[in-house]
């Protein structure tokens, strides 16, 4: 899959796929955002702080996060089933985790914040591409947050370490590490991580990923500023 | 359930009495309307339609799979549709509801009764192998008038599907993915949907118009200028002569919608 440190779709080791990113892309929604990276389309949208209709969910001091992240039924090859099974009902979960941390909520007690995360297309990575479009979503919205998030993989193939797996590479490759972060802080809001790696290999696998991030990071912010450039216009 | 106040109510049915509307439309033009094509790579077929604010995707996906017994030689043809929650704050997560049941239903009774797909040429073995086209409709953005936006998607989608080629050799079924070929379709079909509101029927209705309006008709009309699938929507009722105007009106707009579709 590597030859020469160059991979199969012709990038670097340590090089991003293009990455693009679109600010209030949807009416109805309070913000909005469209992500491609590689072959992923995602849109994210944010409706809120608005009043909890879940009782359950109701915090009595602060507002709540919810999370959906949901894949298109023809996003992949095999047609994906319409609903939610184990897989997107864990990365809604750790979406939230995720993006929780960066909110000022509590100057919302009784109200809930909803996060909507839609895989038009999936090609490796839409966990990632889901967290770091909803959070230019919430930004959108006009949510406070102290901080963007942004997601980044970092992951081993053919032996190599290497910066955001393509589909091909997450399934043949030897393990994978997706992270989010706060990039001003750098403190990780999210990590998972599978497939074998040492010590010394996880660690600049972290470096790597924290380093994605931060590129992706200044996409983020150019994206939100090009919105209000287009309004002033 | 949403609240309507009243004042907003009487504005609209006043401009609308004087063949005026919100957005400045006559009572019978659609708002813009813009379709994309092959905008999903990992879809067979893939169309994007925006009617004004309005934003609705359609996939198509193929698999081949046993045929229904009592038609052995004909593909098979499913309709769904998610109305996720990111595309407007009163839908909500779970299993389909009835609108989006009906939504999906209404559009699938257009491309299945109009014939626009050829099932017959859907066959690869009778009895046991025939392809199954599964229609997705993912709605993004709702404005409203998602029916005709839906049914337009449908179309563009089914007209730019490449079809792989399916065989079968001594080993059972050979599907050859490199050589693909135009999904066989008859006419094409597109709808156009209507909402009474005072004595008028509006065409295209926006979302404040969907909201106000008593009743809603949808006809669905091929290229030959057929109507092909009706319903009628909404708890208010409709005149014959209301119904039959609605008819002249949306053959006479099939043509125009039918351009759009390259």
């Known amino acids: 899959m590597i030859t020469d440190g160059v991979r199969v779709d012709g990038r670097k080791l340590d090089e991003l796929r293009p990455t693009k990113i679109e600010v209030g892309v949807l009416e109805r929604a309070d913000g909005s955002a469209y992500l491609e990276v590689g072959g992923n389309k995602i849109i994210a949208g944010v409706y809120g702080p608005r009043e909890s209709y879940i009782r ?15 894949m298109a039924p023809f996003s992949v090859d095999d047609r994906k089933r319409p609903g939610p099974d184990r897989r997107s009902s864990e990365i809604s979960k750790i979406t939230a985790d995720a993006l929780r941390p960066s909110l000022m909520l509590e100057n919302y007690p009784r109200s809930m914040v909803d996060v909507f995360i839609e895989v038009i297309e999936a090609e490796g990575g839409t966990r990632c ?30 032996g190599e370490i290497v910066l955001d797996l393509s589909e091909k590479e997450d399934k043949e490759g030897e393990a994978d590490l997706p992270i989010a972060i706060m990039p001003r802080t750098g403190e990780v809001t999210l990590l998972q991580s599978d497939g074998n790696l040492s010590e010394e290999e996880f660690s600049k696998a972290l470096d790597l990923a924290i380093d994605g991030c931060m590129q992706i990071s200044e996409i983020q912010k150019e994206a939100l500023k090009n919105k209000y450039l287009e309004s002033m216009e | 359930m949403k609240i309507i106040p009243e004042i907003t109510k009487e504005s609209i ?80 997560v779970g299993p389909p509801n009835e609108e989006s049941i009906e939504l999906a239903r209404v559009v699938d009774r257009g491309i299945r009764e109009s014939k626009m797909v050829d099932l017959e040429k859907l066959c690869v ?19 409203g008038n998602l029916f005709d936006a839906c049914e337009l998607a449908v179309t563009a989608a089914l007209n730019s599907t490449k079809l792989p080629t399916a065989s ?67 708890m ?14 949306a053959i006479s707009k099939s043509s125009e919608l039918l351009n759009l579709i390259k």
């Open chain 1, 56 to 70: 359950r969910l109701l915090e009595p001091n602060t507002g709540v996060i919810r999370c959906r992240y949901n």
């Open chain 2, 125 to 143: 073995e009778e009895g046991n192998h025939v392809w199954m086209i599964f229609i997705d409709l993912h709605v993004l953005d709702n404005c």
């Open chain 1, 129 to 158: 591409a889901g967290i770091t479009a909803a959070s230019v979503a919430l930004a959108d919205a006009g949510i406070p947050m102290t901080d963007i998030v942004v997601a980044c993989a970092a992951g081993k193939v053919d």
């Open chain 2, 168 to 234: 079968i050799g001594d080993d059972g079924l050979v599907i050859d993915k490199e050589n693909t070929f135009d999904l066989p379709l008859n006419e094409k079909v597109v709808m156009s949907t209507f909402v009474k509101i005072g004595s008028e029927m509006v065409i295209d209705p926006s979302l404040m118009e969907e909201d106000v309006s008593d009743g809603r008709l949808n006809i669905g009309v091929t290229e030959k200028g057929l109507v092909c699938s009706m319903q009628k929507g909404g």
């Open chain 2, 236 to 249: 208010g009722p409709l005149n014959k002569k209301e119904i039959l105007d609605c008819v002249n009106i």
């Open chain 2, 13 to 92: 049915k006043d401009l609308i009495g004087n063949n005026q509307r919100e957005d400045g439309r006559t009572i019978d033009q659609y708002r813009d309307i813009s379709i994309e094509t092959d905008i999903i790579s990992k879809a067979e077929g893939s169309a994007k339609v925006k009617i004004g604010g309005t934003k609705v995707i359609a996939g198509i996906k193929l698999q081949v799979g046993a045929p229904y017994p009592d038609n052995p030689n004909l593909g098979v043809l499913m309709t769904n549709c998610e109305m996720v929650p990111i595309a407007d704050p009163t839908f909500e």
